[in-house]
């Protein structure tokens, strides 16, 4: 027996609004354009495709350990080149986990990785966290990545750090 869809896209659509609002419709829209994204991404850092949504958090977006998902704000889900920019770097933080969770993981940086991602859960702030080695490495892969993928040169607002992730692409990513 053959299942008829119910609906076509814009019932679907509708229906969909209705219960939730137009500005979830177009996170979700959003979303789904992050999709392909993920996919290059997973598999550059050979690392399985991990659930994304939209929250209201104060960060940009935040890489969810134990539940295992990642969290885009809801301030930034609506400008591509920022979601973008999120989704690279906490994918980067996911392969950082999968590596130290990873018994047989030679990763020249695992023990640093772990000690950092116990630290960083501790509730640091975030002039502190930007100094953790994990950080620097998430923000290089998303610089190189940026490049790589968009042809964009992203560059972090403080010109100081912005040399430092520089000299760590040059370094460890290139």
């Given at each position: 027996?053959?299942?008829?869809?119910?609906?076509?896209?814009?019932?679907?659509?509708?229906?969909?609004?209705?219960?939730?609002g137009?500005?979830?419709?177009?996170?979700?829209e959003?979303?789904?354009?992050?999709?392909?994204i993920?996919?290059?991404?997973?598999?550059?850092?050979?690392?399985?495709?991990?659930?994304?949504?939209?929250?209201?958090?104060?960060?940009?977006?935040?890489?969810?350990?134990?539940?295992?998902y990642?969290a885009?704000?809801?301030?930034?889900?609506?400008?591509?080149i920022?979601?973008?920019?999120?989704?690279?770097?906490e994918?980067?933080?996911?392969?950082?986990?999968?590596?130290?969770?990873?018994?047989?993981?030679?990763?020249?940086?695992k023990?640093?990785?772990?000690?950092?991602?116990?630290?960083?859960?501790?509730?640091?702030?975030?002039e502190?966290?930007?100094?953790?080695?994990?950080?620097?490495?998430?923000?290089?892969?998303?610089?190189?990545?940026?490049?790589?993928?968009?042809?964009?040169?992203?560059?972090?607002?403080?010109?100081?750090?912005?040399?430092?992730?520089?000299?760590?692409?040059?370094?460890?990513?290139?």
């Open positions: 027996m053959k299942l008829e869809n119910k609906f076509n896209e814009e019932e679907l659509k509708k229906e969909f609004i209705k219960y939730f137009i500005e979830k419709w177009n996170q979700e959003s979303l789904g354009k992050l999709w392909p993920e996919l290059t991404i997973c598999r550059d850092l050979e690392i399985d495709p991990i659930p994304v949504v939209v929250e209201e958090i104060e960060e940009d977006s935040r890489y969810y350990i134990k539940e295992e990642i885009i704000s809801s301030k930034l889900i609506m400008d591509e920022e979601a973008i920019k999120c989704l690279i770097h994918l980067r933080h996911a392969k950082q986990f999968n590596c130290i969770t990873d018994e047989n993981s030679t990763h020249p940086f023990e640093i990785w772990i000690s950092e991602l116990i630290y960083e859960t501790s509730g640091i702030s975030q502190e966290q930007l100094g953790l080695f994990i950080e620097i490495d998430a923000f290089g892969y998303q610089k190189l990545m940026m490049k790589k993928l968009f042809d964009i040169d992203w560059h972090y607002p403080n010109e100081e750090y912005d040399k430092v992730i520089d000299s760590y692409v040059e370094k460890y990513l290139k």
